[in-house]
C-alpha cells in the first residue's frame, strides 16, 4: 500500500496510537485513489518500521522466506488462498521483479502489495540479486562499461557488420566457454570492441553478442549477432577485441545467466557521467517510489553482494579485480552504493545484504552503518550443520547487530544443502536430526537475529493440501502463539565466562609473540606491525596449558580503519587454534602467486586456470585432511603456483604432510611435480630460497612425505610450496593437494595434536567482545593466533581462555532458550540460570520432534544433547 504525504499525516509521530495512524494511512491511501493522485506531482511514500511486529519486541521473531514468492507464482491459486498461508508469521519476503527468475512479475507484485495492505503491521520485503542482472531485464539503458568483463582477447579477423551467425578468428579461444554456468548448460555471452585511443575498450563502438561455439585448435568461435538492444557492427583486424561477461548463474534452469554490475568506483560512465551505480538507484527509487509496483513495500535485501569481484572493471582488457594501488575500489564502490540508495530512499526505507559469503564472510559487502542488517544464507554457513563455525556466527550477527544503521534488522535463512553429484547445479537438503535445527533457532535468539526458512518441517496437517509447515520452536509447538518467548530480559550468557581463566595471573604483553611492537603493560595493549607494508597484522600466545576438551578464548579488541578505505569499514578478524605439531593450514596463507614460464612471479590470475584454494576435509579413500587444493596455469600459459607460510623452526623439527591429485588425475594428468623451498627471514628480509623437496605424482591417494628442517633450527624461514605442471607443460587435469601440512618434532605421537581450527569475527574502532570456541582439543599445551587485515594498530583489551563447552542460554519474560554447540550432552542448572521460576517444555505438533518437546515440566536441571538446544516455556 503507498502512503503520501500530507498536512493530516506528513510522519509517523511516536505518540500517534497506531488505531489512528492506520485510519491515517488508509484516508490517505483512499484520498489518493480518488483523486487520481499518482498523476499529480509525485508524493514522498511514508514507511513505519517501527510499527513491524518483526521488529517488535518479542521473541522470536519469524517470517517466511521465497516459499511465499514461489507460491504466488502459480497461476492456479488464488490471492485468498496464498495470504491465509502466507500471513501466518510476522512477515513475507521474495522476488517480484524479472531481475533473475522469469515470469515473476506477472502476480506477485500484486499480491505482496495486496498482503501489505490487508496486514500493514507485516514486514514485506524484496529479494534482489546485489550483484548481477539478467540482461534482458531492463537493461537498455546501461553503459557497457557499466558491466564487468573477463580478459579481452584480441580479435584476428575483419568482422563484418552482419545479422545472424559469424565465425571469428581470436588470439585464444579458449577463454571462451560454453557448457557453462551452474547447471553447464550455457554459453557465455560478449562483448565486441574496438579499441580507443588510450587503449581502453571503445565504448561508443561496442557490440553484444552470444557465443555459440568455440574451436580450441583453430582459434574461432562463432557468435550470434546483435544482441541485447545492439546492431551489429564492423571490427577490423588487430584494432577489436573481445571479452566474455563476468557472469553468474542462471539461478533456475530456464534462467539466464546474470551479468556482473560494475560497482567500482572508477566504473566508466555513460554520456550523461552516470555509472553503474547511479542507474541501478535510480531503478530502485522508481520501483519503490510514488507509482512504482514495490511502492508498499518496506525495502528490500540484496542476495549476494560482494566487497570483492574478479575481472576488468576499468576497461583496459585486463584483470584488475577491481583494485588500484593496492586499495579494492570495487569493495569501496559497493559501499558507495549503498551510501547513494540510503540518502534516495531515507531511514525508514529497509535495507539488508548478504553478510556470510566466503569464508566467514570475507567476501559479503562491508556497508556498516548504512545498512539496517545482513542475511546468514544458511547458519552457520551453508553446509555447516556440524556446527564448525558456531562462533564465526554469532560473531557475524553480534558485530553488525551494533553496527548497523537502526532499526537493526538481520536475519538467519535456515537452510542446509549439499549437491547431488550427478546433476550439476542441483542440490539437496541433508538428512539432520532436529536437534541440530532447534541449535540454529537457538543462535538466533543469542544474535538478536529473525528467522525465516528454506528448509521446511513437515507439512502441516491442516488445509485442503497441508500448508507449507512452522517449525515449532517458532510459535510454542501446539499453541500456535507468536512472539511467545517475550522480550529478553538480559543478553544471551556464555556460561565459560564463570569458569576460570587459563591465562590469569600471567602479563598478557609478555606471552605475545609476532612481528609486532607492544604498548601498554596491565591495562590495554596498542599492538602494531613492525612492517608498516604487511598485509596482515598477526600475533600468537604459544604454550597455553590446556584442562579438557573444550575451550572457548574471549576477546575485547578495537583497531585503527584501514589506510584508504571508509572510517566505517571494519577489518576481518580470524583467530586461530592448534597443538602439538604446529600446523601449516589456515584459511588465508600469508602469500599466492604463480610462476609463468619465462615471466616473472605475480599473484594468481584466475583467468590463466590457475588457483591455491583452502578445502577442509577433503577426502581421499577413506581419510580426510585439511587441504589446499591447487591447479597450475593451464589457459595461454604454463608454469606454476605457490603458497607460503612465514614459521619460527623449533629444535628437532621436520616438515611433514600428503600430496594427493584429483580423481581423473591418473588418466589424465602426467603429473604435477610439487616443491618445497625455504629461505632465511631477518630483519624483514628474505633470503634466497634453497629447495628441501621435489617429487612428481599423479596417484588418486595421499602420498606421506616428511622433510628435516634441522638446518634451520631456531631460525624465521619462509616455506614455499610450489606445484608445477611439470616439464613438458602438460597442464590437464592438474588438480593437486596439499594435505594437512605442519611441522613436527622428530619421533613425536600425532595421537594428541589438536588440528588447526579457525573462526573470525570483525573489528573497528568501537571495542568489541568476540567469543570464540574451540572443540576436541588433544593436546597439553595449544597456540592461540590471531590475524587482522590490514597492518594499522589494534587494541587488545581483554584475551581469557576458558576451559569449558560453549554452553549458552538467555532468559526471556515468558522463556528460557538452552543451547549446547558441544560434542558430549550438556546440564544446565535451572535454578542458578533463572532462580524462582517453572518451566515446562514445548508441546511439539505431530508431525515434529514429541519425544523432546514432550510438554513435561523441567525442574531443578536439565540435560540438552550434544549439538542441541530446548526451547523451554516459563509457567
Same mark, same amino acid.
Given at each position: ?345 531515507? &531511514?525508514? !526505507?529497509?535495507?539488508? $545484504?548478504?553478510?556470510? +559469503? /566466503?569464508?566467514? @564472510?570475507?567476501?559479503?559487502?562491508? #556497508?556498516?552503518? =548504512? ?100 517449525? &515449532?520452536? !517458532?510459535?510454542?509447538? $501446539?499453541?500456535?502463539? +507468536? /512472539?511467545?518467548? @517475550?522480550?529478553?530480559?538480559?543478553? #544471551?550468557?556464555? =556460561? ?380
Amino acid at each position: 500500500m503507498t502512503i503520501y504525504r500530507s498536512k493530516f499525516c506528513s510522519s509517523r509521530s511516536p505518540v500517534l496510537p497506531w488505531t489512528a495512524w492506520l485510519l491515517c494511512v488508509w484516508l490517505n491511501a483512499t484520498i489518493g485513489q480518488l483523486l487520481s493522485i499518482s498523476a499529480a506531482e509525485p508524493l514522498a511514500v511514508v514507511r513505519a518500521p517501527s510499527e513491524l511486529t518483526l521488529l517488535g519486541p518479542d521473541y522470536p521473531r519469524v517470517f517466511f522466506f521465497r516459499a511465499a514468492e514461489g507460491a504466488a507464482r502459480r497461476p492456479q491459486g488464488t490471492f485468498d488462498a496464498w495470504e491465509t498461508e502466507f500471513s501466518r508469521l510476522m512477515g513475507i519476503m521474495g522476488k517480484c521483479l524479472d531481475e533473475e527468475v522469469l515470469d515473476t512479475e506477472a502476480r506477485n507484485p500484486d499480491f505482496f502489495a495486496r498482503f501489505k495492505q490487508r496486514n500493514p503491521r507485516q514486514a514485506v520485503l524484496l529479494h534482489f540479486n546485489g550483484n548481477a542482472r539478467d540482461p534482458r531485464y531492463h537493461a537498455e539503458h546501461y553503459h557497457p562499461g557499466h558491466w564487468v568483463y573477463r580478459r579481452a582477447i584480441r580479435i584476428l579477423s575483419d568482422v563484418p557488420a552482419e545479422e545472424g551467425l559469424t565465425t571469428i578468428r581470436v588470439e585464444d579461444a579458449r577463454d571462451f566457454r560454453t557448457a557453462t554456468g551452474r547447471y553447464r548448460t550455457s554459453n557465455d555471452d560478449l562483448a565486441l570492441f574496438g579499441i580507443a585511443a588510450d587503449g581502453k575498450h571503445d565504448w561508443k563502438h561496442c557490440e553484444q553478442v552470444q557465443l555459440e561455439s568455440v574451436d580450441a585448435a583453430a582459434n574461432t568461435i562463432v557468435v550470434r549477432r546483435g544482441c541485447y538492444g545492439t546492431k551489429p557492427l564492423a571490427f577490423p583486424t588487430g584494432r577489436s577485441r573481445a571479452a566474455a561477461h563476468a557472469a553468474e548463474g542462471p539461478w533456475g534452469k530456464h534462467n539466464h545467466l546474470m551479468w556482473y554490475y560494475n560497482h567500482a568506483t572508477h566504473c566508466p560512465r555513460d554520456a550523461q557521467g552516470r555509472t553503474c551505480d547511479d542507474l541501478l538507484v535510480d531503478d530502485l527509487a522508481a520501483w519503490f517510489g510514488p507509482g512504482g509496483k514495490l511502492a508498499a513495500f518496506d525495502g528490500l535485501e540484496f542476495d549476494v553482494l560482494f566487497h570483492q569481484t574478479h575481472g576488468d572493471t576499468d576497461g583496459d582488457g585486463e584483470v584488475d579485480d577491481g583494485v588500484v594501488g593496492g586499495v579494492n575500489q570495487y569493495g569501496i564502490g559497493v559501499i558507495e552504493f549503498a551510501r547513494k540508495l540510503r540518502d534516495k530512499m531515507g &531511514d525508514d !526505507f529497509l535495507i539488508l $545484504a548478504d553478510g556470510a +559469503l /566466503g569464508p566467514g @564472510g570475507v567476501r559479503s559487502q562491508r #556497508a556498516w552503518g =548504512l545498512l539496517n542488517g545482513i542475511e546468514s544464507e544458511g547458519w552457520p554457513n551453508l553446509n555447516d550443520w556440524d556446527f564448525d563455525d558456531w562462533s564465526g556466527g554469532l560473531n557475524r550477527h553480534r558485530f553488525w547487530q551494533a553496527n548497523a544503521h537502526p532499526p537493526a534488522f538481520s536475519y538467519i535463512n535456515h537452510k542446509w544443502i549439499q549437491p547431488v553429484p550427478e546433476n550439476p547445479g542441483e542440490t539437496t537438503t541433508p538428512d539432520v536430526p532436529f536437534s541440530r535445527h532447534r541449535l540454529a533457532f537457538a543462535a538466533a535468539q543469542f544474535a538478536d537475529a529473525m528467522l525465516c526458512y528454506s528448509f521446511p518441517p513437515p507439512r502441516d496437517t491442516d488445509g485442503p493440501r497441508g500448508q507449507l509447515g512452522i517449525w &515449532d520452536e !517458532f510459535r510454542a509447538g $501446539a499453541e500456535n502463539r +507468536l /512472539g511467545w518467548l @517475550g522480550r529478553p530480559e538480559g543478553p #544471551a550468557i556464555h =556460561l565459560a565466562a564463570k569458569t576460570p581463566n587459563l591465562l590469569a595471573g600471567h602479563e598478557l604483553a609478555a606471552k605475545l609473540r609476532g612481528d609486532v611492537t607492544i604498548e601498554g603493560g596491565s591495562g590495554p595493549l596498542r599492538i602494531t606491525a613492525e612492517q608498516s607494508a604487511a598485509s596482515d597484522l598477526e600475533f600468537s600466545i604459544p604454550d597455553i596449558a590446556t584442562a579438557g576438551s573444550d575451550l572457548v578464548v574471549m576477546v575485547r579488541m578495537s583497531g585503527e580503519p584501514r589506510a584508504g578505505y571508509p572510517a566505517t569499514m571494519a577489518r576481518f578478524v580470524r583467530v586461530e587454534l592448534s597443538g602439538g605439531s604446529v600446523t601449516l593450514m589456515s584459511p588465508m596463507p600469508n602469500h599466492t602467486g604463480m610462476g609463468l614460464r619465462g615471466r616473472p612471479e605475480t599473484p594468481i590470475n584466475s583467468e590463466t586456470g590457475a588457483r591455491v584454494t583452502y578445502r577442509p576435509r577433503q577426502t581421499i579413500g577413506d581419510v580426510t585432511l585439511d587441504a589446499y587444493s591447487i591447479h597450475p596455469p593451464y589457459q595461454g600459459a604454463k608454469g606454476y603456483v605457490y603458497w607460503c607460510k612465514d614459521v619460527d623452526v623449533p629444535e628437532q623439527a621436520e616438515l611433514r604432510f600428503s600430496l594427493g591429485m584429483g580423481e581423473k588425475s591418473p588418466e589424465r594428468s602426467d603429473g604435477v611435480w610439487f616443491e618445497v623451498w625455504a629461505a632465511e627471514i631477518a630483519d624483514g628480509e628474505v633470503a634466497e630460497f634453497e629447495r628441501l623437496f621435489a617429487q612428481d605424482t599423479k596417484a588418486h591417494e595421499w602420498t606421506a612425505c616428511r622433510v628435516p628442517l634441522d638446518k634451520y633450527a631456531g631460525r624465521s624461514v619462509r616455506l614455499k610450496f610450489v606445484a608445477d605442471c611439470g616439464p613438458r607443460d602438460h597442464a590437464v587435469t592438474d588438480q593437486g593437494l596439499w594435505g594437512n601440512v605442519r611441522i613436527g618434532t622428530v619421533g613425536q605421537d600425532e595421537s594428541t595434536d589438536t588440528p588447526l581450527v579457525s573462526s573470525m569475527t570483525w573489528l573497528n574502532k568501537q571495542p568489541f567482545d568476540s567469543a570464540f570456541y574451540f572443540r576436541d582439543v588433544r593436546s597439553p599445551t595449544i597456540r592461540l593466533n590471531v590475524r587482522v587485515e590490514g597492518p594499522e594498530p589494534v587494541t587488545l583489551e581483554r584475551l581469557e581462555v576458558h576451559p569449558h563447552p560453549d554452553a549458552m542460554c538467555r532468559v526471556f519474560e515468558h522463556g528460557l532458550v538452552l543451547a549446547n554447540p558441544g560434542l558430549a550432552p550438556y546440564t544446565f542448572d535451572l535454578s542458578a540460570i533463572s532462580p524462582g521460576r517453572q518451566y515446562r517444555r514445548l508441546q511439539a505438533t505431530a508431525r515434529q520432534d514429541t519425544a523432546v518437546n514432550n510438554g513435561a515440566p523441567v525442574q531443578g536441571s536439565v540435560q540438552v544433547g550434544e549439538r542441541d538446544a530446548l526451547f523451554l516455556l516459563r509457567q
